[in-house]
């Protein structure tokens, strides 16, 4: 049965200012003729870069960017100190400076050593704006301060105001990579319990939050979740509304248990009603719940958690439901209360699985899905199974991504735009989109010889076609984070074939089958090498081809990227790289390690 979706409004979910930009405008100070011919063509220039950011861009809760302009040009130090003056004032986080000519590059460039920082270069032949480009460059890579520098590949006439295309893409993608980075400072993870079945990503370093996402750290035990249904801790009007909504839309599949040991039904509607309250609770625990102010003001709180990871098993699974029914509900784009962000939630508290996912979301603004990197599946191995030959972009085999918990509902594919598969930032999903995304979900009874406290999964299979990204973070010892990147495209299988391929792994879980795009060379020369040198057994998958801005995100961080798939013509880091040798993934590794963690 459908349901008429009613969209939240954009909100700030979370403790701190929004990031912003500043526009720097850098001019020629010199006066009684240079500096006055320059004013309104270096002050234009700010002005259009910030429309370009402000009407091209948005934060991932739906809220508009702000960019703060400089109040005048800045032609030496003394306007260069009023404009931090004035970022600080208005919580900047990240600068661009943009210029027509040349400038005195290190009394006016930007020093703050915590902004992130980009220079655009005018190229045109009236005045040298390359030169103060590549000196202030050469500045920020002397003293350490990173900038991305910006460079149109066509001169441009001095009066023409219109920004080139290859300028409009590297500032949009500068501009989404560091609002990724601003975003997480000063968020929490948020641990609840601590390491599943002894899965390295669940042993989580504060260490490497602190360091390199700027991000707190939070704990709490599982029993906090009993506490809190016990003692009656969450909305207990939400819980009656949120009881009758999954009643009305969460389709029960088959019990795949054999059934002397299936769950009564008693049992089963008692397990729904443990699902969704740990559903609000956990979400409190994130965020807070000001309707529990007057009888629990301490739980009322929160822990301004960006990103949370749940442990599950085996302390929790062996004797409660498993988290799977809340982990994909809140990573999902909507519930009874709409259409809203999705909450970040990493099953078996896999933390690092976890960032990909928050990294996916902050850059790419739709939800994100958590999959076991579980099976590759040869040509010949199909054949064999199936008797069918597979073709098209299954034609190199694919992989199949699967797992219990924190896949969201988004990834059915149900979500349309040109009559293709999409995953939607919330605020471009209709309510018939997210009634198809139920629709095309079952909630199967967890196979009790792995959680025997029973529960339910969302099964449902990614329509093919998608582009995505899968990502992975690894923390390696002697040498800290390194990220994986794996562009590509979901397939659809014959009905028959994914049938007989689900049925040999657990059907009661949603599937997605992948292919990255292969280049030939290293990791991407076949499909089994994707999946061979993947590091470790979870990904996290997004709508889109976003390689270049995790990549531009890993640079800003301090995080080298061992392995991708993305076009060199589409790499794109701070100048500072270049001075690292010319093979980028070693001058990758070599330029991190010299500048260490953003916050050493």
Not at 329 to 344: K, Y
Not at 488 to 499: F, I, K, M, W
């Amino acid at each position: 049965m459908s349901t008429q979706f009613k969209r939240t409004e954009p909100v700030n979910r979370y403790k701190g200012h929004l990031p912003k930009i500043g526009i720097r405008p850098a001019i020629d100070g010199r006066q009684q003729g240079v500096r006055e011919s320059l004013e309104d063509q270096t002050m234009n220039m700010a002005k259009s870069a910030a429309a370009l950011i402000s009407e091209n861009l948005r934060h991932p809760n739906g809220m508009p960017i702000e960019c703060v302009i400089a109040d005048s040009t800045i032609g030496g130090v003394s306007e260069a100190a009023a404009c931090e003056e004035k970022f600080q004032r208005e919580g900047v986080d990240i600068t661009l400076t943009v210029t027509p000519c040349w400038c005195y590059g290190s009394e006016t460039m930007d020093m703050n050593p915590m902004t992130i920082k980009a220079v655009w270069g005018f190229n045109g032949t009236e005045r040298p704006g390359a030169v103060y480009l590549a000196a202030v460059l050469a500045g920020h890579t002397q003293k350490g301060l990173p900038a991305f520098g910006i460079y149109g590949r066509d001169v441009q006439d001095a009066d023409d105001t219109t920004i080139p295309c290859d300028v409009k893409e590297k500032i949009l993608l500068f501009a989404r990579a560091a609002l990724a980075a601003a975003w997480m400072r000063g968020k929490s993870y948020l641990s609840i319990g601590s390491v599943s079945m002894g899965i390295a990503g669940s042993i989580v370093s504060q260490d490497f939050f602190q360091r390199y996402l700027g991000m707190r750290n939070e704990t709490v035990d599982m029993s906090e979740l009993i506490r809190r249904i016990n003692e009656n801790i969450y909305d207990e009007e939400e819980f009656k509304k949120a009881l009758a909504w999954t009643k009305e839309h969460c389709k029960e599949g088959k019990d795949d248990n054999p059934e002397k040991m299936q769950h009564s039904r008693e049992r089963k509607d008692k397990t729904w009603e443990i699902c969704i309250k740990c559903m609000i609770i956990v979400r409190d625990l994130m965020i807070g719940n000001k309707k529990l102010e007057a009888k629990f003001p301490e739980e009322a709180k929160g822990r301004n958690a960006l990103l949370a990871g749940f442990q599950g098993q085996r302390h929790w699974t062996d004797f409660m439901p498993n988290g799977d029914f809340f982990e994909a509900m809140l990573n999902s784009s909507f519930d009874w209360n709409g259409i809203r962000e999705p909450f970040l939630v990493a099953t078996e508290n896999d933390s690092l699985n976890g960032v990909c996912m928050m990294f996916e979301h902050l850059l790419g603004y739709s939800a994100a899905i958590f999959s076991d990197v579980r099976t590759y599946w040869s040509p010949e191995a199909v054949e064999r199974i199936t008797g069918w030959k597979p073709q098209g972009d299954a034609a190199n085999g694919f992989i199949h991504l699967i797992n219990s918990g924190a896949t969201c509902l988004d990834g059915t594919g149900k979500q349309k735009k040109d009559g293709k598969s999409v995953m939607k930032p919330f605020w471009e999903i209709t309510s018939e989109e997210a009634n198809a995304c139920l629709d095309a979900t079952q909630w199967r009874y967890a196979s009790l010889e792995y959680f025997r406290g029973g529960g339910y999964s969302s099964n449902f299979l990614t329509e093919g076609g998608m582009p995505v990204t899968m990502a992975r973070l690894n923390l390696v010892h002697g040498l800290g984070p390194v990220l994986q990147i794996a562009e590509g495209t979901t397939v659809s299988l014959p009905e028959a074939v994914n049938e007989k391929l689900d049925l040999r792994t657990n059907p009661t879980w949603p599937t997605t089958w992948f292919v990255p795009r292969l280049t030939g060379k290293g990791a991407f020369t076949d499909v089994y090498s994707v999946m061979a040198k993947w590091g470790a057994n979870h990904g996290a998958i997004t709508y889109g081809h976003i390689g270049a801005e995790l990549i531009a995100l890993a640079s800003i961080l301090r995080i080298p990227v061992c392995m991708h798939n993305v076009d060199d013509a589409k790499i794109y880091r701070p100048q500072y790289w270049n001075a690292f040798g010319d093979e980028p993934e070693g001058a990758d590794y070599r330029a991190c390690a010299t500048l260490g963690p953003l916050y050493k």
